[in-house]
């Protein structure tokens, strides 16, 4: 029985990391990408929500993910930056609703081919005595577009207890 066990758990990983393999993008659609980051190092593609991702890192700029449509249509690139590279816009819109010592764990720029550009910072805060994680995107003149909250081991039983 712990052998039936064993292969059952050894194929299952097995299984699990064949999922991982990298997405063979189209010549033409790395040749697109290629064009419009030559400097791109550490490409890696895969698909997402019915996208083509190439994760890659640019030097000077960080670690990139740019999407593509099916037919190779670049559709946007995320940037990892830093806090210190925002739009001071930004910086000023969140440190006045959240504090200037509000903990940010992740800043992005994404850039669309529309030409807009949005701000993301992810940054954690208290939320009823519990920790959490805000989720804030940002136009380049600090307007806020949209916030999202989740937050770590809440469970609502506690809102009912006398």
Known sequence: MRKLMFAAFAVVVALGFVACDNYKAPASMRNAFYEKYPQAVDVEWEKKHGYAVAEFTLPGEGECEAWYTKGGVWVMTKYDIKYSDL?????????????AQTPVDDVERLERNTGETVYFIEATIVVNGYLADIYLDYAPDGTLLRTAVDVEDYDNIYYYLP
Request: net charge neutral; glycine share 8%.
């Open 87 to 99: 739009p001071q816009a930004v910086r000023t819109a969140f440190e006045t609703s959240y504090g």
